[in-house]
């Protein structure tokens, strides 16, 4: 198997043990370990820690803080351990854990090693900057392993230039040439080996490849080449190029019944959290049928499933006859987007999902503000922009430009320093008299046969109606308000590299508004509505689509009603006031360890949205443990503490197949998996899994970050995003928890048919629990192999042998 191609499949199967990972500038959360999603969790985290070097559980001290904080129960705790043959107490337990494992000590001395990672991590860096470096790296547009063979020789720190000079034209050539002394069949843990040797920059490799943008597109980078380049510099440094004897099997007192110890502690708190939220949830069900109500509501805003819609959700229903719903965030368009005047479109869509459209923002005919007056201001703050980086970067300008302007430059240091609340006012008052680009843009929706890009300009009137009715048919909306607002997200914050990580991640690590704004266009137009009649979807004539967007620093909810009509204003600016006070609310709860009252809440808020130097202008979704698909009415009642992402479902409104709930089990549930394993992964181990401290960090390329001055690339979430103090984690480590209100047999029936799904349940990624509205709302948790444990019963009741075999398949 000595073909190119079978180099390719090699190199393919090999790649498989380093995740994903996207640029900083859109920052998606995804499973560091997701090439290991097909074996048992447990064995994933060995894996991983003989490749990686990570850890895959809490410390001891974790658990041991949990435990003794009650999240983790002394029952259940009891009954795991016995159930995995641990004859051991709880404290004994910890003390086994806290143990130091046995291992070789790092070397402190720089090896060959090091210094093939520090010569290909630095023309890596050359190669794929995105527009911040002053002096491009040459014949970039002939791809990375030309130009490193062409450019590369002349670098001082290669022993040998004349090696690289003398490379094959094609990377399999040169794979082939350093593998000439080893067998083929080693070449895939060889390939292994040297991917997880810097899995940042692999990571980021992988996702480039496979992403196609327009980076890529103009300067090529393969995992071919990169590998050809790697093992290059091995042969010329005399660096290993096959991997080192692996370790032995984990000592038994970690292990028995072939799960470590700590793998039942982890099952144990998670546990303890999902009975408390599953009894909630069964309790909720069987009050539903009580609480019908036909009011028509004044309005009903539609937020995304992340955590921290929760909070804000609670917060507007209780400000008003207000409804919410829970919708991933790309509100189901999957587009590329281009906003106003910007040199580069963006994937609005979870990185599951492949972009079907291009949609572009333009001017506005019938907008009530001036585009000039926006163009001419842009051009301003671009022109000033320019002329700034030119004066910073020009050695023979740099020392005048700062003796001219380093009080400015201090002025300013100071403000956002001492008085960010301050300059957070300064900064609003400025965007006030300054329109912004919803109030003189629209996007353009409509299809256009004569559109340039790869993907089609806009979307057919077919393609119209199908995402509108998907949207209702999965929200179950039965009963319009006047006014429906779809409401993307996005976070505020400054001086701050992570800060796509807090935007939308159903938008690839963007802003929801452009999603929210699409969808919205597409519900107005009158033609869509024609044809949704026909399907049984009737919108009232007096209902209007909205879009806005929720400021999840602040908790402010910005509404895009520019094109609302006269007898609608009445309507919004009770709504926007509503909103106002539902900002309030949320903001006190969010900030509930700082000021006590509202006005000074929402100021902390400004503050830290403001703050140049704040390392926690929000918290993300640090949190997550919970996944609820089901109508509002089963959450409405509860605090979940943003915790729970929230995606509304009505079994009743469904298909008799669940066509709506197999599209939330195969998107949304496989995304919000991601997210919470990232979150998990980074908190355990953020040396390896995350980024380390925001304060060390060294913005690389506009892709991402340093620790330090080089090395490999950290594309996990920092510090500051998972942990109050270095040794305090905010969020809590466990595997994701999710909660569905429907029939457990239409479950079980798409779990048939999506091997994907039964693979990450039965591997222990995450787990399932059922609530059956057609079974007296009993709990069902998936076990394993599509068959099901009941966990909760209604009060004196037994739960018959045949109603339990109703629940599991029979195939």
Request: proline share 6%; hydrophobic share 35%.
């Amino acid at each position: 198997m000595s073909t190119e191609s079978g180099i390719e499949e090699r190199i393919e199967s090999a790649a498989e043990a380093v995740g994903s990972a996207w640029p900083l500038h859109s920052f998606v959360t995804s499973n560091p370990l997701a090439g290991f999603e097909d074996r048992p969790f447990h064995e994933a985290v060995a894996e991983a820690e003989r490749l990686l070097g990570g850890d895959g559980y809490p410390s001891a001290d974790v658990f041991r803080r949990a435990w003794e904080a009650g999240r983790i129960d002394d029952d259940v705790l009891a009954t795991h351990l016995a159930d995995h043959g641990f004859d051991v107490e709880p404290e004994t337990a910890l003390d086994r854990m806290a143990e130091p494992t046995t291992g070789a000590s790092a070397d402190a001395e720089t090896t060959a090693t090091d210094r093939v990672d520090a010569v290909v991590t630095k023309w890596l860096a050359a190669f794929l900057d995105q527009g911040t470096a002053e002096w491009p790296m040459p014949n970039r547009d002939e791809g990375f392993y030309e130009a490193f063979r062409t450019v590369a020789p002349h670098d001082g720190d290669i022993p040998d230039g004349e090696a690289v000079a003398s490379l094959p034209e094609r990377p399999a050539d040169a794979i082939r040439k350093c593998l000439d002394d080893y067998p083929a069949e080693r070449w895939t843990d060889i390939f292994e080996f040297h991917f997880a040797a810097l899995p940042g920059w692999t990571g980021y490799l992988k996702q480039r490849a496979d992403g196609g943008d327009d980076w890529q597109s103009t300067y090529p980078i393969s995992l071919s080449g990169y590998l050809a380049v790697r093992l290059a510099l091995a042969d010329v440094f005399d660096a290993p190029v096959t991997p080192p004897e692996t370790a032995g099997e984990p000592t038994a007192a970690d292990w028995n019944d072939e799960v470590p110890l700590p793998e039942v502690w982890l099952s144990a708190w998670e546990a303890t959290y999902r009975e408390d939220l599953v009894e909630s949830l069964t309790d909720a069900s069987r009050s539903l049928e009580e609480a019908e109500d036909e009011t028509r509501p004044d309005a009903q805003l539609v937020f995304c499933i992340d955590t921290r819609s929760e909070v804000i959700r609670r917060h507007v229903e209780a400000a008003g006859n207000y409804e919410t719903y829970g919708y991933a965030g790309f509100f189901g368009v999957p587009m590329r987007y281009e906003g106003y005047e910007s040199e580069v479109a963006v994937d609005a869509c979870p990185p599951i999902v492949d972009p079907q459209h291009r949609v572009a923002a333009r001017p506005d005919a019938d907008a009530d503000e001036d585009p000039t007056a926006y163009d001419r201001w842009n051009r301003v703050l671009e022109a000033g922009r320019s002329a700034v980086e030119s004066l910073e970067s020009n050695a023979a300008t740099a020392f005048s430009f700062v003796e001219s302007t380093g009080v400015g430059y201090g002025a300013a240091l100071a403000g956002r320093t001492l008085l960010p609340a301050r300059v957070y006012d300064a900064v609003e008052a400025a965007d006030e008299r300054t329109p912004s680009e919803h109030e003189v843009c629209e996007p353009e929706v409509d299809y256009n046969p004569d559109g340039v890009h790869e993907l089609r300009a806009g979307l057919t009137l077919e393609e119209k109606v199908e995402y509108a009715a998907t949207a209702v048919e999965l929200l179950g909306i039965e009963q319009f308000g006047r006014v429906v607002a779809f409401t993307g997200h996005a976070s505020q914050t400054t001086n701050n590299p992570f800060d796509s990580s807090l935007d939308c991640g159903a938008c690839a690590g963007n802003p929801g508004g452009p999603s929210a704004r699409v969808l919205a266009a597409i519900c107005n137009d009158e033609a869509v509505r024609a044809e949704l009649r026909d399907r049984g979807i009737d919108v009232p004539e007096d209902t209007v689509f909205v879009a806005g967007e929720h400021n999840t620093t602040t908790d402010e909810v910005e509404l895009f009603d520019q094109n609302v009509p006269e007898s609608h204003e009445a309507d919004i600016e009770q709504l926007r006031s509503d909103l106002a006070t539902a900002r309030a609310g949320a903001a006190a709860e969010r900030t509930a360890d700082g000021p006590a009252d509202a006005e000074s809440a929402l100021r902390e808020t400004e503050r830290r949205a403001a703050d140049w130097a704040e390392t926690r202008p929000e918290w993300g979704l640090a949190g997550n443990a919970g996944f609820v698909v089901g109508p509002r009415e089963l959450t409405e009642g509860l605090d979940l503490d943003g915790r729970s992402f929230l995606h509304t479902y009505d079994w009743r409104t469904d298909s008799e197949d669940g066509d709506a709930l197999e599209a939330v089990m195969t998107g949304p549930l496989v995304v919000t998996q991601w997210i919470n394993a990232q979150y998990y992964f980074a908190t355990v181990d953020t040396a390896v899994f995350g980024s380390g401290s925001k304060v060390t960090h060294n913005p690389v390329g506009n892709v991402g970050v340093y620790q330090g001055n080089g090395g490999d690339l950290m594309t996990g979430l920092p510090t500051q995003s998972l942990k109050a103090t270095d040794d305090d984690p905010y969020h809590q480590p466990l595997r994701l928890s999710t909660v569905i209100h429907a029939p457990v047999e239409r479950v079980t029936g798409i779990l048939a048919d999506h091997e994907e799904l039964t693979e990450l349940l039965d591997n222990g990624w995450l787990s399932l629990t059922v609530v059956d509205p057609e079974q007296d709302h009993r709990a069902f948790r998936y076990e394993s192999d599509l068959s099901w444990t009941p966990v909760s019963e209604p009060e004196g009741a037994k739960p018959s042998e045949p109603e339990i075999k109703a629940a599991v398949a029979d195939d």
